[in-house]
């Protein structure tokens, strides 16, 4: 679920406060999940280990948590988005497209 924040690029369509929300969150992310698999491991589980981090941001922006847990999903959603095209236009460059094609 949470992204690395290496590549900037894939942060471009974001304003500078969402940048700054979902970085927070991602990094406090890397504290707590560590190494898990985020595909192997239940949603839920990964939530509730967010819910500290997306808690103090809901108080401190004076908003539910509900909110701040469907804007970081938004944005998850927007980033990953655009590390998937940034990904098909490497492939695209390099010839790959059809490599991964099925004949």
């Given at each position: ?49 967010l ?16 909110d ?19 990904l ?16």
């Amino acid at each position: 679920m949470f992204q690395s924040t290496q590549n900037s690029n894939q942060f471009d369509a974001l304003s500078q406060e969402d940048k700054a929300m979902l970085e927070r969150i991602n990094a406090y992310a890397e504290q707590v999940l560590g190494d898990i698999d985020p595909q192997k491991t239940r949603i839920s589980f990964q939530l509730d280990k967010l819910k500290p981090v997306m808690q103090e941001i809901a108080d401190e922006k004076g908003m539910s948590l509900e909110d701040i847990f469907i804007k970081y999903m938004d944005l998850a959603s927007i980033v990953s988005a655009k590390q998937n095209a940034m990904l098909k236009e490497d492939f695209d460059e390099n010839g790959l497209t059809n490599f991964v094609e099925m004949p």
